[in-house]
C-alpha cells in the first residue's frame, strides 16, 4: 500500500517535497515511480528510482528542476521539486514496481507498476 502526501500550493520557482509511504517489507527492491496528471490530459511519467543503488531516471522536462530519493529505512520514497513552473499543476501519483528491473524507458509505462498511492494535488502559482 503507498500513500502520497505533501502536495499544495505552491509559487513557481519555490519548492516543494512529495513523500510516498509504503507497508511492507520488500520495499527496499522496489522501483518507486513519480507520475503525474493535469485536468484533461493523460499520466505521465515524471521520474522512477531504484531500490537499493538509488539509481534514478527522469523525464526530460522536470531533469534538473526534480530530484527522487528514497529512505528505505523509513519505506518512504520522496520528489523533491525545485524551481516548479505553472505547467507542473497536477495530481502527483507513486507507485511502484516488484520486478526490480533497474531504471530505463520502461519506467515510463504506468502498466509495468504493480500499486498505486492515492495521489496528491500540486498547484504551482505564477
Avoid: H
Amino acid at each position: 500500500q503507498l500513500q502520497a502526501s505533501g502536495g499544495g500550493l505552491v509559487q513557481a520557482g519555490g519548492s516543494l517535497r512529495l513523500s510516498c509511504a509504503a507497508s511492507g517489507r520488500t520495499f527496499s527492491s522496489y522501483v518507486m515511480g513519480w507520475f503525474r496528471q493535469a485536468p484533461g490530459k493523460d499520466r505521465e511519467f515524471v521520474g522512477a528510482i531504484t531500490g537499493s543503488s538509488g539509481r534514478t531516471y527522469y523525464e526530460d522536462s522536470v531533469k534538473g528542476r526534480f530530484t527522487i530519493s528514497r529512505d528505505n529505512d523509513k519505506n518512504t520514497a520522496f520528489l523533491q521539486m525545485n524551481s516548479p513552473k505553472p505547467e507542473d499543476t497536477a495530481v502527483y501519483y507513486c507507485a511502484a514496481n516488484s520486478q526490480n528491473w533497474g531504471v530505463g524507458t520502461w519506467c515510463k509505462s504506468t502498466g509495468r507498476y504493480d500499486y498505486w498511492g492515492q495521489g496528491t494535488l500540486v498547484t504551482v502559482s505564477s
